[in-house]
């Protein structure tokens, strides 16, 4: 069973330690542009003829002889949209890339919504499953759960672009996303994360890798079947071969990281041999502060 009593028992654990990370104590509640009245003063203004005089500072007047008005920052619910690969790619490894990215996911659902924000959780293969999409609140942590232990991974993702412009469909208004994927999509990733970038999305990739994709253990003449497309290739692995492919590995998840720091998104790598807790705690502390104000 994927999520069991020891896994549950490690999201309040979580929970409680991400309290510390985000400023306010909710991962979601940030200052918003608009005033308002909310708990958070934010400055003075002088009164005018039309303001509200409830909010006029009386122990201000007794002092300088002049009213002034306080002013309040609003504090808004925040939309926190979890996408989730779920491509035939992702049912490499011991663990499964998947089952590992299905963890992550339900543990940033669990403490979005301890935390009182909205969480919408999205698969995608072929595109983005319409199926998937789900509006969680405090009290759906069980049918998210019940959700992501029925997914499976399926089909692959032909155009990544083409699911970011179906999310941004049904997401106009912008939040934070989390994208749990292996990242094996090809120059389209590329476009699709500047959608959400141009679209203010605060975006968090975190790639999810197998040790046997970081250092392959294999030698010899072998066929390598493409688990997506079932592409075959023959060819002899040797330590010349293995140096080559772990160069263009390192390069390709530079080239990655680079772009994403240019476009103002975050960069996390999980490798399924990690315990789950470790890319939550990393992914809080890289994001303390960091949301917008």
Known sequence: MLFDLKFFKSLKLLSIIAKRHFRGEKIGHRRSPNRGSSAEFAEYKEYLPGDDLRFIDWNLYARLDRLYIKKFHNEEELNVSILLDASQSMAFGTPTKFDHARKIAAAIAYIALQHHDHA????????????????????????????????????????????????????????????????????????????????????????ILSPEEMTPDLAGPLELVDAEDQSRVRLTINNQVLTLYEEVLRETIDELKGFLHRQGMRYHQSLTTAPFESTLLTLFEGAAGALPA
């Open 120 to 207: 919408r959780l999205y698969t995608f293969s072929q595109s983005l499953d319409p199926s998937s999409e789900g509006g969680f609140r405090r009290g759906h942590i069980h049918r998210l759960m019940g959700f992501l232990e029925k997914s499976a991974p399926a089909g692959r993702t032909p155009s990544f672009d083409e699911v970011i412009t179906r999310f941004l469909l049904k997401n106009r208004r912008p939040g934070v996303v989390f994208l749990l994927t292996d990242a094996l999509f090809g120059e389209d990733l590329y476009r699709g994360l500047q959608r959400l970038a141009h679209r203010r999305f605060e975006t968090n990739l975190v790639q």
